[in-house]
């Protein structure tokens, strides 16, 4: 039934604030309230609670997490701040901001880094007026920072850092400016230059701080950052330092000299062996593999479990995997074996093997595998599985299970087509190499193998290793690998794309639809899960385009809902095209994702992914059908629809995707075809896939079962756990609408219903709580709908539509209820002729989804204007939707004077409606808030006397005693 919730104890609300008709806001359980009183009401959603923390104090907790090096949380406490209207706050945290975006370019390997974070830095620090007494020290610490990126501006940056120091300023950017000075003398290995500036920044903050200055919590950051670094100043360190930025600057001859004085000057230092690692790093990516391999094989030779050996063996393994040189690849991984426990029993050497223990037992295992050592590659993924452990995800595990279990079968991990035939052999066991680097998902090794087949780089890759640990550097041998048949080319290039999706997904998109072009679907048996590859990005780039013009569109609405004047119509069509746009798109890519489901539908059936397909298959007819004007046509594809979901649903009972097939299939019965005999047939079958699932469905029920070059993908967490409740739901609307109660209570409670709490706020289980409120419907026995709208409704048709859509209202489900209410508000052609009586309430019922929806509450307003015609004049529903404009047009714009006509309007023409007595209450309100209190005691006297037993009389009377009769009434 449709209510208006209204507050019990309106005195409470100030001295003369009489608050009404809440109505509850079902997205973010924002509650929109009409107030007569000085309590304007903000209509906004409860907030979380505000940090209580002073501005200086997270300031200061900024600049701690800037120096231990935690840059994107000092970016998180900075992003209020950079607003802050005191003028040193925002001056500081912008400041501190860009120093944050030039830190975290320069702490990157990439050297185009460098140049991208200091234009980044700029930009942020442009936003700052230059004139600003609080910047123009500030600005000289910027320039010394520029300077400092080259070698040849470390004297004028010291020079600049020194003369800020000399005017001893009373402010933390002196202990700053210090610290970077001695960052200066470290780069020129002054060391001498660096401990003084340092001891400088500790003494003049220590000097602030008690000299009462600044607070002692503003200048520990500085103090901390200048001890951390004294104790830290290792001339190895500085020297290392200064050698891999020569590297990553491609200096590779300077950068060489500068490792091996490292590993001269510094021998028992712990960068000595990253140094010796490094000069191997370093002739690998100036081109000289040869040279690489032998550096590391004598650095190994040296001292084979000893630290950054590990680095050394990854990178001889994947070299010579990459070259096919597998004997030579046994060589370096029996050697590792014997090397990797003592090197982690090392308290040295862990650190450093630690991040290649892992990678180094799997490449133990696919070298087994390639030498056809079966048992051997079996036992070697065993143990990385337990190096995995907890820290595994499901799918890798998953996947090194089916290594394990192909290793005992005997499988052959690639396609037949691509052994046979004019395969080429060499290239065969290369293709087997890169399957087996993909399950164990080594993703850089695997791309490097299939690139070497193809004979073409992808344009552009996840980029160098540096010397921190991982796989292979950038520039490993990239000659073309034998004679491969278009078969194996087109497979590389499938294997490629594994590789490649998450890091590089246009090129992976380009290697997907090149495999196709070369042995189109249905031609290779690799290409089912070539199409589902490509199907599935391109449905992540769609979705991911959807949520950031989503995102864009919202921040650039009205943040508290609450626009300060009434949208124009035009605003108002603006906002109605936006969402149609975005509804478009969707379909859109839908509809051109389509035909790769549905081949393999057609030309893959016994393919594992034939359920997905089935399944986005289904979805995409129902947008197509969506969009259709022709109602034969629409209503023909709805039923094809449900057709394509239920060979789904038949076929795969158990699937994890038939719990949202049947979903689906229900909402197209209820919704789109208004069919109740079809959602009955269907609800008993989908009751019995949610009592009967559990989240160990996947997939594939059987992951053994894919075929080696498939990875697992298995479903998010919360998707089952969600269809099920979306199932349970469907069950219980069924049972509730045949009359079935028990049955229906039955359902909800596996659906999981909890109660509302006491405050909505942005993280409340809106749709559970809508379920607790279905409860109460259920048990009450009785139907949702105002008895004078089920009375109006001529056909089942128009009766089921306005119960499910108060149903969607009442379970707070506003944009589900918004499209049942537009179509028999537009006259769906679904539901024949509308009757004048039903359109109304849908009128009505439509205006109070939108204003539950914050970015479509100005369209209610329009929709609620229409109930203002002829057709409806003199109706139930036209004196209803002139009170509902009112109340809106208040909670809208919080202007007192712009409902007052609406009101007034609604009594003139429905003196004796049901709403009449609460709308002249409200009325009284408002008119006291616009100010007229000559007015105000006049319509408040009048109402007393139209009303004597008004449950309202208490609230009018208090407004007269205590504000009115106060006033100036003349």
């Not at 903050?205 to 951390?228: H, M, N, R, T, Y």
């Not at 190895?236 to 001859?253: E, H, I």
């Not at 007393?944 to 006033?967: D, F």
Request: one cysteine or more; a neutral charge.
């Amino acid at each position: 039934m449709f209510k208006e919730k209204s507050n019990a104890d309106h005195s409470r609300i100030f001295k003369q604030a009489i608050t009404a008709a809440l109505i509850l806001a079902a997205m973010g359980g924002t509650i929109y309230s009409q107030s007569a009183g000085p309590n304007k009401g903000s209509g906004k959603p409860a907030e979380p609670a505000k940090s209580t923390a002073k501005p200086e104090d997270q300031i200061a907790a900024a600049w701690a997490k800037f120096y231990q090096g935690s840059l994107p949380e000092a970016e998180k406490l900075l992003e209020p701040l950079v607003k802050s209207p005191t003028e040193a706050i925002r001056v500081e945290a912008t400041y501190l901001l860009g120093r944050c975006k030039l830190a975290a370019g320069l702490a990157s390997e990439d050297a185009t880094d460098d140049a991208r974070a200091l234009a980044e830095a700029k930009k942020t620090w442009s936003s700052i007026s230059s004139t600003l007494n609080s910047y123009i020290r500030r600005q000289k610490i910027e320039q010394a920072l520029e300077l400092s990126m080259k070698e040849s501006g470390l004297a004028q940056a010291r020079q600049i850092l020194e003369d800020l120091l000399k005017e001893g300023h009373a402010s933390t950017l002196v202990p700053e400016a210090a610290i970077e000075l001695a960052r200066c003398c470290i780069a020129q290995s002054d060391e001498a230059g660096a401990i003084k500036a340092l001891e400088f920044a500790i003494a003049f903050a220590a000097k602030l701080s008690q000299g009462g200055e600044i607070s002692k919590e503003s200048v520990s950051p500085f103090i901390a950052a200048a001890k951390d670094l004294r104790a830290n100043m290792d001339p190895a360190k500085v020297l290392f330092d200064k050698s891999d930025r020569l590297r990553v600057q491609k200096k590779y001859a300077d950068a060489i000299k500068g490792f091996s004085q490292v590993v001269e000057k510094f021998p028992t230092s712990e960068y000595s062996h990253r140094a010796g690692y490094a000069i191997g790093l370093t002739l690998l990516e100036s081109g000289q593999q040869a040279s690489a391999c032998e550096h590391w094989s004598k650095f190994i030779s040296a001292a084979s479990s000893g630290p950054w050996r590990g680095q050394a063996f990854l990178q001889l393994l994947d070299l010579n995997l990459a070259d096919l040189n597998i004997e030579e690849a046994a060589k370096y991984s029996t050697l590792a074996q014997s090397a990797i426990n003592s090197a982690l029993a090392d308290e040295k050497s862990k650190p450093s093997w630690v991040p290649v223990a892992l990678p180094i037992a799997l490449r133990v295992g696919i070298i087994a595998y390639a030498r056809k050592d079966t048992a051997g590659a079996a036992e070697a993924f065993d143990q990385a599985k337990a190096m995995l452990g907890k820290g595994g995800s499901k799918e890798q595990i998953e996947d090194i299970d089916r290594l394990i279990g192909y290793c005992k079968n005997g499988t052959d991990v690639i396609p037949s087509e691509c052994r046979t035939g004019s395969a080429d052999q060499k290239v065969a066991t290369a293709l087997g190499l890169g399957v087996i680097f993909n399950l164990c998902r080594q993703y850089e090794p695997a791309e490097k193998i299939f690139t070497r087949i193809i004979g073409e780089p992808a344009k552009s890759t996840s980029g160098s290793s540096g010397t921190s640990g991982g796989s292979s550097g950038n520039s490993a041998s990239t000659a073309k690998l034998g004679n491969p048949s278009t078969e194996q080319l087109a497979f590389a290039r499938f294997g490629r794309a594994v590789a490649l999706q998450g890091r590089n997904n246009n090129e992976a998109k380009a290697d997907l639809q090149e495999s196709l072009k070369l042995v189109p679907a249905g031609k290779g048996s690799w290409q089912d899960e070539t199409l589902y590859c490509l199907a599935t990005l391109l449905q992540n780039e769609a979705q991911a385009k959807l949520d950031r013009e989503n995102k864009k569109d919202s921040d650039g609405s009205s943040k508290s809902g609450q626009p300060a004047k009434p949208p124009s119509a035009e605003d108002v069509k603006k906002l109605i095209a936006e969402g149609k746009a975005h509804a478009e798109q969707r379909n859109k890519a839908l509809a051109e994702i389509a035909p790769l489901w549905q081949d393999i539908i057609d030309k893959h059936p016994q393919s594992l992914r034939i359920e997905p397909a089935l399944y986005y298959c289904g979805l995409a007819i129902v947008a197509k059908a969506d969009e259709m004007s022709d109602s034969a046509a629409q209503t023909k594809l709805y039923a094809q629809a449900v057709e394509t979901l239920g060979k789904l649903t038949d076929k795969y009972s158990t699937s994890p995707y038939a719990g949202d097939s049947y979903v689906h299939q229900i909402d197209i019965s209820l919704e789109r075809l208004f069919d109740m005999k079809l959602a009955k047939d269907l609800s008993d079958r989908c009751s019995v896939w949610a009592k009967d699932s559990d989240d160990s469905h996947k997939i594939s029920a059987n992951p053994q079962t894919l075929q080696p070059w498939a990875i697992s993908r298995t479903l998010p967490d919360n998707m089952l756990k969600q269809a099920r409740s979306d199932c349970f739901f469907r069950v219980t609307i069924v049972a509730y609408f045949s009359g079935d109660y028990d049955r229906a209570m039955e359902m909800l409670d596996s659906a999981g219903p909890v109660p509302p709490p006491q405050q909505f706020t942005e993280n409340v289980d809106t749709a559970r709580v809508g379920l607790y409120y279905l409860g109460a419907a259920i048990r009450s026995k009785k139907p949702l709908t105002n008895k004078v709208a089920l009375d109006a409704a001529k056909t089942d048709k128009e009766k089921l539509a306005i119960q499910l859509g108060d149903l969607y209202l009442e379970t707070i489900r506003p944009n589900h209820a918004e499209q049942i209410f537009l179509r028999l508000a537009e006259n769906d052609p679904a539901l024949e002729k509308v009757s004048p009586e039903i359109k109304g309430y849908a009128i009505l019922q439509l205006a109070g989804a939108l204003d539950r929806q914050s970015d479509k509450r100005p369209q209610a307003l329009e929709w609620l204007k229409k109930l203002q015609s002829d057709e409806y004049k003199g109706t139930y529903w036209g004196g209803y939707g002139l009170f509902r404009l009112a109340v809106f047009t208040y909670n809208q714009t919080q202007d007192a004077k712009g409902s007052l006509p609406l009101y007034e309007e609604m009594l003139a023409k429905y003196p004796d409606h049901p709403k009449a007595e609460q709308a002249y209450a409200y009325y009284c309100f408002n008119v006291v808030q616009a100010g007229d209190l000559t007015k105000a005691k006049k319509v408040a006297e009048a109402f007393i006397n139209k009303y004597p037993q008004s449950e309202w009389l208490s609230s009018i009377k208090e407004l007269l005693s205590s504000e009115i009769e106060k006033g100036d009434v003349k």
